[in-house]
């Protein structure tokens, strides 16, 4: 199998219309991983991080961007609130009824907003923001859209962007499928996965796009578990698109 060219299969979770027992199966088995795996553990780390730099600024703004059933920013909100941090979170998702399951979620703080949207879209506004985040999404773009995404980001009035990924890797991708049929995880979210490694950037295609992209500051970093963390620190400046 070839992993030297990203492709850009969809999965079955990029079915808008998706519901009911499958979507929710498939939503707690997202959760599942991004706990087994450390994703919670390393966005909110990233997040924590930058509001313990920032105290002046509060409650600040976070806006989840792919929020699918809210876990992201329910493991965030515990964290801070551990730390009297305050904050206000806007989850933004295409599926209305992962909205419905996010609004569900428990753990997610009341006063949260969401709403659904086509993300992927060129007509998507991009809310102000303290800080956008996404966890397992921006690799829904190609190459070339991911720059014009960050050029209309740094039209918007946010300070910091965090992108935590999933990089491309052979070693990864048998990995995770002679591993996948012992996880308590749906069929779907086994299927999806796969196509998930093989669909994601490299961190060297991502040094390339923020490069492209002029963003000043950014940075790509290797976490465990064949993950990365892209943060771009304080306003970016404005971005220059070369087609």
């Given at each position: 199998m070839n992993f030297k060219n990203r492709v850009y299969?969809?999965?079955?979770?990029?079915?808008?219309?998706?519901?009911?027992?499958?979507?929710?199966?498939?939503?707690?088995?997202?959760?599942?991983?991004?706990?087994?795996?450390?994703?919670?553990?390393?966005?909110?780390?990233?997040?924590?991080?930058?509001?313990?730099?920032?105290?002046?600024?509060k409650p600040f703004h976070i806006v989840d961007l792919g929020c699918g059933g809210g876990d992201s920013i329910a493991h965030i909100y515990k964290t801070l609130h551990k730390r009297g941090i305050k904050a206000l979170f806007t989850g933004i998702d295409g599926n209305p009824e992962s909205i419905a399951f996010a609004k569900a979620n428990t753990n997610v703080p009341?006063?949260?907003?969401?709403?659904?949207?086509?993300?992927?879209?060129?007509?998507?506004?991009?809310?102000?923001?303290?800080i956008l985040i996404s966890s397992h999404f921006i690799y829904h773009f190609t190459n070339d859209d991911l720059i014009r995404f960050l050029e209309r980001v740094s039209t918007k009035k946010i300070n910091h962007i965090i992108f935590s990924e999933l990089y491309r890797s052979k070693i990864a991708y048998y990995l995770f499928k002679f591993s996948s049929p012992i996880l308590p995880i749906s069929l779907i979210a086994k299927r999806d996965g796969l196509l998930a490694i093989k669909r994601a950037f490299t961190v060297e295609e991502?040094?390339?796009?923020?490069?492209?992209?002029?963003?000043?500051?950014?940075?790509?970093?290797k976490k465990l578990w064949f993950r990365t963390l892209t943060v771009i620190p304080h306003r970016p400046q404005k971005l220059q698109y070369v087609g």
């Open positions: 299969q969809k999965e079955q979770l990029d079915d808008l219309s998706l519901s009911g027992k499958k979507l929710h199966q498939t939503l707690g088995s997202l959760k599942l991983i991004n706990t087994i795996f450390g994703n919670h553990k390393t966005l909110s780390k990233s997040v924590l991080n930058y509001c313990l730099s920032n105290r002046n600024k009341k006063n949260s907003n969401f709403i659904v949207a086509d993300i992927l879209a060129p007509t998507f506004s991009i809310p102000d923001a303290d991502l040094n390339k796009i923020l490069k492209r992209s002029n963003l000043k500051n950014a940075s790509v970093h």
